[in-house]
């Protein structure tokens, strides 16, 4: 992701930031004001956990009505708390620990959580003592790497959706190269996707806007708890890729918004992308220099053309490679999910021949040549998939599988199955920070529930007593 400057900035949030007391008492002060957030201790935490009784294997932590239960592990393997700082480097709160209705990564140095904060109060009058205790609902932006806290500015929509318990959906966000936020969520108040744009330049002054018109709002039609459905993503220079409803609950085609306005229909770019009935003969990815590439695809010829902004508000499309086997028995018709590998700056596709995967397609973005290669690696379609900084994961639906391919080396895999070596995979999590795969699982030893890391040259090492209850207990691996 692009590098932003870290500003610390909090701002009251829509009319839940209003703290309002837990007792009905008429003395209870209703103004009174939380003290303003910096700085959470987030940078010193290895993992966030929470029990729940769902489930939830993708990089998002969520909560129905807010949990005591969701703790974190610190580097040394210690169960702590995650606190939040004010301006004055005073711990703000109370007794009673913060409550979190839901966490989010947001590209590889962010998280974006809603969080319930508790504040004590005294209120003294001629006659009376009032002693409570105030709340107060937040969405924070936090940086996983510095604690620096942002608070999110009023009308969000509620990005977070507290209260929504499992019709929760996860939030996906992109930095142009300006330090601007982008992100893509089901709004609380209307149950709608929206675009926004938070614009964090100005720290004393963070605003954030819809970014697409209304009639495009209400018709967009993204997935962002997908994994592999890229229907929302945005350029470094701001140009934001989006998908459209189509007829009769079909997929619509993509369109491409410009920073400075303008938006461009895929087929005003490319005539011979089609859309038949949501089965399209194209697909988008993101480069790693920030820009959009459209891939052609049909049965025996595989083009790959790059997006070039000259302006803000023009856009311009140029084919830079291409394969074409025309003269094989070799299809390309099932190239549509990739994945960039950020070592050689290259981006890879698998191949399936008679059922069996035996090729990969590779483009490298420097030089604009496309090979197709032997190398055995599994199908990449609907996979599970987690990135570390040295390689990938490819894991089996039910998580038990583990195929490992190095950025370096293709060739060089390891695979395993936790089944085989004694555990019960439950959840799975990485981060493109660490080599690392940490996974929580049932140990069948001594039936523990436990938190597993598989280290960099395969073995596992578990982190002993910590307090899950059972194996429906969800995780993110923060540093």
């Known amino acids: 992701m692009n590098k932003i400057k870290f500003f610390m900035l909090a701002l009251t949030v829509c009319g839940l930031a209003s703290l309002s007391s837990c007792t009905d008492s008429e003395d209870v002060p209703m103004d009174l ?52 700082l004010s301006e004055d480097g005073e711990f703000v709160g109370s007794s009673i620990p913060p409550q979190f209705y839901g966490m989010a990564e947001i590209g590889d140095e962010f998280v974006i959580c809603g969080v319930m904060i508790y504040q004590d109060f005294k209120k003294e009058t001629d006659s009376t003592v009032v002693i409570g205790t105030a709340q107060g609902f937040r969405e924070l932006l936090i940086n996983k790497r510095t604690g620096a806290v942002y608070t999110f500015p009023e009308n969000t929509g509620s990005i977070i959706r507290w ?28 149950g709608k996707f929206r675009i926004s744009k938070i614009d964090i330049q100005n720290p004393d002054n963070v605003t954030i806007e819809d970014y697409l018109p209304p009639t495009e709002m209400e018709n967009l039609d993204v997935n962002i ?36 306005g303008r938006i461009y229909p895929i087929s005003q770019l490319i005539p ?3 859309n038949d009935y949501g089965n399209y003969n194209y697909n988008i990815f993101l480069g790693h220099s920030g820009s959009f590439y459209i891939t052609i695809v049909n049965s025996y010829r595989f083009e790959i053309h790059k997006l070039f902004e000259p302006t803000t508000d023009e856009l311009a499309i140029e084919k830079v490679a291409e394969l074409n086997q025309t003269n094989t028995n070799l299809s390309f ?28 397609v590779e483009f490298n973005e420097t030089t604009n040549i496309l090979t197709l290669t032997e190398f055995d690696i599994p199908r990449l379609y609907n996979a599970k998939l987690y990135h570390t900084s040295d390689g990938i994961y490819i ?9 490992k391919i190095h950025w370096n080396d293709y060739s060089n895999q390891t695979t395993f199955d936790f089944r085989q070596l004694g555990y019960e995979a439950y959840t799975l999590f990485s981060t493109t920070a660490s080599p690392e795969l940490s996974f ?30 059972n194996e429906q207990t969800q995780l993110i691996r923060v540093n």
Do not use: H
């Open 33 to 84: 004001k939380l003290g303003k957030i910096v700085r959470s201790n987030l940078n010193e935490v290895k993992y966030v956990y929470r029990t729940s009784s769902s489930l939830q294997t993708s990089s998002s932590l969520r909560s129905s009505s807010g949990d005591a239960n969701f703790g974190a592990i610190d580097i040394n393997g210690i169960v702590t708390e995650i606190k939040f």
């Open 163 to 190: 209260n929504r318990g499992s019709t929760d959906v996860p939030v996906k966000g992109y930095f142009d190269s300006r330090g601007n936020l982008y992100i893509c969520y089901s709004s609380f108040y209307s």
């Open 225 to 260: 708890s997908s994994d592999f459905d890229e229907s929302f993503m945005v350029s470094a220079s701001g140009t934001c890729a989006y998908r459209t409803r189509g007829l009769s609950g079909y997929r619509g085609d993509f369109k491409f918004k410009c920073s400075g």
């Open 272 to 274: 011979e992308a089609s």
């Open 333 to 360: 018709s099932e190239l549509t999910r990739s994945i960039a590998n950020p070592v050689t700056y290259t981006r890879i596709w698998s191949l399936s021949t008679s059922g069996k995967t035996g090729k990969i």
């Open 395 to 403: 894991s089996s639906t039910d998580l038990q599988k583990q195929t």
């Open 440 to 469: 929580t699982a049932l140990r069948y030893s001594d039936a523990s529930y436990i938190i597993g890391i598989v280290d960099a040259t395969g073995n596992i090492n578990c982190l002993e007593s910590i307090p899950f209850i």
